[in-house]
């Protein structure tokens, strides 16, 4: 065939058998819109395309070592490689992602998250070097949001952890690990450890415990306080002399309204308004406990006024007595709010007169009780006599007595029913002015002696029993000094078929100016 071109609409190989064979003897050059080989070819050579190739198929590479392009290879559908190894000498760009094992790499490209809330896992490695795989723990986590990384512990250096909170700490802290400790730094009670180098204890924070001997310096009264416990004094010296007599202290109570108790100075603790008996010059303490509710006051009479002489204090309170050395042989305690809460105080020893509440036996079997009253009678105060028991006979002997105005001198008499004063008295009187008197309210028989400002006399009265102790009879007598004759009365007290009790002196009318008087009881035994 002549090497030049020539045109050929259309070749036909036909045979029998066998393939046809085209031979060139140089190179064959199809130059064509397009070649199209619609059955398989076979290449035996190198088959070199300087345009596109375009396979609408598969292009299947058989016993083919290598491809190699001197540009770009594009696959529309993607690249399978099925095994082997592959090699790219420069950068793989991808518009998505690329799946699948990376088995060698030196370098990632990683991005910052600083603020999403979530959960991420730490990248680890089995070894430090060579072809690691990359390895997560689910206990070990990580969030970006509250910069928060947990795992199970931590094994290593802690110098530099800061704000760990001491509630979360295990152990013992070692003691170069704890600073000097303040009192602000401590709370609660320390545990039982040896205090011997503790220096500048506070005292007063020892609560419990026994300090040695020892420990203790010199104590100087700026150092006490508050009362002694009931120690011996016997070794104790240069004890200052009192600078008065002992203090004799009453506690003062009250049962209810009706009376007032006392605690101290050898009185009966459940007695009702007991008898109280005091020495002149000699200082008392009365502590009323019941303070505004029942006021606690000194009187000459249970009608009269305070008696202030050698009392200090308040009524509510604390007050102390200490009776003047001529102060009178009786005054009376009293609630300034419950008239009914009233008692008698004796006074005894110096140059006053002395009322005998005790008893005095005689060699007949006679008990005799005296009480007198060292006066002077003033107000309008009545004088009550309590006869004691198996009592017989009352004698009442008055001195130099004088009322005011139109008063006169009066008796009444008291059972377990009270003071009698309606209609309880029948007597006889004679003298100055005879008359029988009957269902008179008191024992009033001397009122045309006794009865003017200017009249000043002696009355003797005695009540006496028959063998029945409700049955008295009473008689006796009175002068006036300013007249001459004397006057006399005798009678019978109705009491109801109660006991007699009580024999009261009262000025009837008035009151009392001026007298001093005395009862004497007589008992069997």
């Known amino acids: 065939m002549a090497e030049k071109g020539f045109g050929v609409k259309e070749v036909n190989l036909i045979g029998a058998s066998g393939t046809p064979t085209i031979t060139s003897p140089n190179n064959l050059n199809l130059n064509a819109n397009n070649v199209a080989i619609s059955t398989n070819v076979s290449i035996g050579g190198t088959l070199s395309v300087t345009g596109n190739v375009s396979v609408g198929g598969t292009l299947t590479y058989e016993d083919v070592t290598n491809i190699d392009s001197v ?306 009678l003033s107000g309008g105060g009545s004088y009550d006599f309590t006869l004691p028991a198996n009592c017989y006979k009352v004698d009442f002997v008055g001195h130099n007595i004088s009322t005011s105005g139109s008063g006169s001198p009066a008796f009444r008499l008291g059972t377990s029913a009270g003071i009698l004063a309606s209609g309880n008295y029948n007597y006889t009187k004679s003298g100055t002015g005879n008359a029988y008197e009957g269902s008179k309210n008191q024992i009033d028989a001397f009122d045309t002696n006794l009865n003017a400002g200017s009249d000043t006399g002696e009355i003797f009265m005695t009540f006496s029993s028959s063998s029945a102790s409700n049955m008295w009879i009473f008689h006796g007598m009175a002068n006036r000094r300013t007249q001459s004759g004397n006057m006399f009365v005798m009678g019978v007290p109705d009491l109801g078929g109660n006991a007699l009790t009580t024999i009261r002196f009262f000025p009837y009318g008035t009151g009392f100016d001026t007298g001093r008087f005395s009862w004497t009881a007589y008992c069997t035994s």
């Open 71 to 376: 540009g770009v290879v594009t696959a529309r559908s993607g690249l399978s490689v099925t095994g082997g190894t592959s090699f790219f000498a420069g950068a793989i760009s991808a518009a998505g992602g690329i799946t699948g094992t990376a088995t060698t790499a030196t370098n990632i490209t990683v991005t910052a998250n600083n603020t999403a809330n979530e959960t991420v896992y730490p990248l680890f490695s089995d070894g430090a070097s060579g072809s690691q795989g990359a390895e997560t723990d689910t206990g070990l986590t990580y969030n970006p949001s509250t910069n928060l990384f947990t795992a199970g512990s931590f094994s290593g250096g802690g110098a530099n952890l800061t704000s760990l909170p001491a509630g979360q700490l295990t152990g013992t802290v070692a003691d170069a690990r704890i600073s000097t400790l303040t009192a602000s730094k401590l709370s609660g009670a320390l545990p039982a450890i040896s205090g011997a180098n503790l220096t500048n204890l506070n005292g007063s924070n020892i609560a419990s415990g026994t300090v040695a001997d020892a420990r203790i310096s010199t104590l100087t009264a700026s150092k006490l306080s508050g009362a002694l416990p009931a120690i011996s004094g016997a070794n104790l010296t240069n004890i200052p002399a009192p600078v008065e007599a002992p203090v004799v202290n009453f506690t003062v109570t009250a049962n209810g309204s009706s009376a007032y108790r006392f605690s101290g100075g050898g009185v009966d603790t459940s007695a009702d308004d007991p008898d109280l008996y005091l020495i002149r010059g000699q200082k008392y303490r009365f502590n009323n406990t019941t303070g505004s509710a029942h006021p606690f006051q000194f009187r000459l009479t249970t009608g009269g006024s305070a008696y202030t002489a050698g009392v200090t204090g308040d009524q509510n309170g604390v007050q102390f007595f200490t009776p003047e050395l001529d102060a009178p042989a009786q005054l009376y305690y009293i609630c300034t709010l419950h008239s009914n809460m009233v008692g008698n105080i004796y006074l005894r020893g110096a140059g006053g007169n002395e009322m005998n509440v005790g008893v005095t036996t005689s060699t007949n079997g006679v008990l005799v009780h005296r009480t007198t009253n060292a006066g002077p």
